[in-house]
């Protein structure tokens, strides 16, 4: 039920030429986000009736609170899945309410979604109660055991009413055979977002695309912060003269965000230019120190428990910003739109280059229009989720492509401009499993392939981005 095969998931054949012969309810919509029967019956009954002028008071009033409960529920699973991020299920269609995997009504089907209704609504309640009662000896527990860890915050913060609801949820999970999200689990091992789990974030995050090695060339940059040593959360001092030399330091910054102005971000939304220094220690990069802005002061780890706390996720949420915008829609999904339709359009079928492309070429346009509906339009996920407005959202995308010189799009020059080979950084799982795929394809036109597989990358090795209705 879990790991269906490609063929029998969700909306497969609706990208499939293939599959146009199949038959199955999604035939009836051709576009997902059509395909929830409640939604589109609702959709289209209003619509006639606007289109006959029958929408009387009470009627109207009665559209008007469908939509909104359906809104509601929307923004409940919306926060059902922000929790569960991670989960076996929720890659699994088991969260995707409008068709089963396979686009067939069983029995089995009907079950299965119906215990884990029974569990998810368990966990809900099981939150909400810990937030009007924490009396649960595993709150006790957890919180205790967190507050040893981290002796400068207050208990007052932790007993933080989202924690509590948080760490309940998942207990409720645990207790009925469910696993909790990978995150989670490190979370509470370190305390929250720890120093070490911040830097690994980095490299083995969502957006390994960032970080670069400074060298002897960048020593200018490290000039406001060369004046005293440094201590990390592991004990050891750092002098930055010395580590730049040694290639131990390396940056994780975010310039393009640096001219946004307060009209480009929407109302009580914030985004920066952060600049994160990191130092290689035996055991990997820790964070030296981040500065919040150009011209700033900069924070340590030293600092008070909540300042550097803040400092991480504000370079959190920059990088979350730049990875979807940049690394990911615009130089993974839509950079490879040109190279699609020029493929199609002006090699022949049985051009060494056009097999070569074509496998990338997968599902790129159908997704690609998808995106431009559930991501870019009005009041779509890039609005909801993002801090900058869609019109400065899409200005930032085509600043960065038409600052990105073409031969930054292979894979080998990406490492090479950033430094990041092995010797300098042994333990960097994105350069080992890409050099994998890059030494695969065929040593046909260099640049080509270079700009085919660096594009690829940043997408395709993330687990959860799939040409399928989770993506
Ligand atoms: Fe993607």
Redesign the pocket.
Known sequence: MLHLPPEQQQGFYRYSPMGLKQRGPARLFAHIGEDGTLGYGLTRIYQNLIEQGRVSPPLSLLMQWIESTLQRIRQQLDKLSTLLADVEFLHSDWLNWSLPPGETFSSEYVRDRRKMGQILTSASKAAIAARLQDDSPFLIETRLSTLQKRQSLSPKDLASSSERQRLRFYAELEQRQRERPRVSLIHARDGELSDREFARQRLAGTNPMIVHRLREADRERLQPWATQDYALATGETVNLSEAVTQNRLFLADYPLFQDLTSTDLQLGRYVGNPQALFYRTEQGLYPVLIQLELGSNWITPTAAADDWMRAKLYTQAADMTHHELID??CN??LSMEAFAIATSRQLPVGHPLYQLLRPHFRFLLA?NTR?NTLLLAEDAAIEELLAPTREASVSLINQSYRERPFTDAAFPNDIAKRGLEPEYLPDFAYRDDAQLLWERSPPTSAATSSAITGMILP??L?PT???GPQ?
């Open positions: 990911h829609l993974t999904h997704i995106g997408c395709c993330i981005c799939k040409p993506n």
